[in-house]
């Protein structure tokens, strides 16, 4: 799949602003973002239901919006609300898309009773879909949107409204999905669903802010952030958030983690030291490794009124340039 110049305007509204996106076949693509931040209309364009006020979106060799009646046959789309029939059982949902998708009846009662036994529903075959759990609405929903097999799954944030148990098990059923080769594209708001990416897409207020494989966005942040201990860790906060080295402080319990600026890393440690000592706070200070947390707080609040896409002197972050594509191309 491929998006180059991907825009969509809601009167004076930008919505989404000039994306450029690639997601290789059989990959977990993530997208992330505030919300507000363009995720879910990005998709609904992607995959044909809202029409572009600007761009080029390739997806399967087929040219969208003009092949979207197409290109809906080979995908598949699953919404972050329940959205199937809640009068109707387990069984009847996934035999009435199973209908709507055209499989013929033999190979249409074959798929439902594989996806009833792999999605662990078959014991919840006679139920009707309205009285199930979280977690089993959201097993039946993928199934829904797989029962014809699509080469390119769309998620819209799909675990928004589930346990974390349910959360795990479904990104399993995600990468089984991946390594039979169906490519995945799916909007989230966690930090450790977006960490389990192949590749991740930062969205912020429109706009693609980051664009890479999770581990590299983080390590090239390298040398910007610093853990403090102390038993004063309010006072600590305050200290450093008066500096203008330090983008952003967060506690955990005792401890905080600090994100300095692109051009304050050297020196770092001693400075930071430096500044709380003034400030009358005992504390040790050391550099820890980047997380996706950090990219995260980087890419979308560097100064507040300043758009980092505005200023030519700070780059947008992508990593991995063409990874993933050598053996199975993009879709």
């Not at 898309?97 to 529903?121: S, T």
């Not at 450790?192 to 897409?201: K, N, Q, S, T």
């Not at 896409?309 to 972050?317: A, E, F, G, S, T």
Request: with cysteine; charged share 30%; hydrophobic share 35%.
């Amino acid at each position: 799949m491929r998006a180059r110049g991907l825009t969509r305007r809601f009167g004076e509204l930008v919505a989404v602003d000039h994306v450029d996106l690639d997601v290789p076949r059989g990959q977990i693509h993530g997208f992330l973002g505030p919300n507000g931040s363009g995720k879910s209309t990005t998709i609904r364009m992607l995959c044909g239901l809202l029409l572009p006020t600007e761009g080029e979106i390739n997806v399967l060799g087929l040219d969208i919006p003009r092949q979207s009646e197409t290109l809906r046959r080979r995908i598949g789309y699953m919404t972050q609300r329940f959205s199937l029939f809640e009068d109707l059982s387990v069984r009847e949902n996934l035999e009435f898309l199973a209908a709507v998708q055209e499989l013929p009846r033999d190979r249409a009662k074959q798929r439902v009773g594989e996806l009833l036994r792999e999605y662990r529903l078959d014991d919840r075959a006679k139920q009707l879909a309205g009285t199930l759990s979280g977690g089993q609405k959201q097993r039946l929903a993928l199934a829904a949107a797989i029962i014809h097999e699509p080469e390119l799954l769309f998620l819209d944030e799909p675990t928004s409204a589930v346990d974390p148990e349910s959360r795990r098990d479904f990104w399993d059923k995600l990468f089984a999905l991946a390594d039979a080769g169906t490519s995945i594209l799916v909007s989230t708001h966690y930090m450790d669903e977006a960490e389990r990416c192949h590749r991740l897409a930062i969205l912020d207020e429109g706009r693609l802010v980051a664009d890479g494989p999770p581990q590299q966005l983080a390590e090239a942040l390298g040398g910007r952030t610093l853990r403090v201990d102390t038993d004063a860790p309010r006072r600590a906060q305050k200290a450093l958030l008066g500096s203008g080295s330090v983008q952003s402080v967060a506690q955990v319990g005792n401890v905080l983690r600090v994100l300095l600026h692109r051009a304050q890393v050297e020196d770092s440690v001693a400075r930071v030291e430096r500044r709380l000592a003034d400030a009358g706070v005992d504390a040790k200070v050391s550099t820890v490794a980047p997380n996706l947390e950090d990219v995260f707080v980087d890419v979308t609040h560097g100064e507040p009124g300043h758009r980092r896409d505005d200023d030519p002197n700070i780059p947008l972050p992508q990593m991995g340039e063409g990874e993933g594509d050598g053996e199975g191309g993009k879709p």
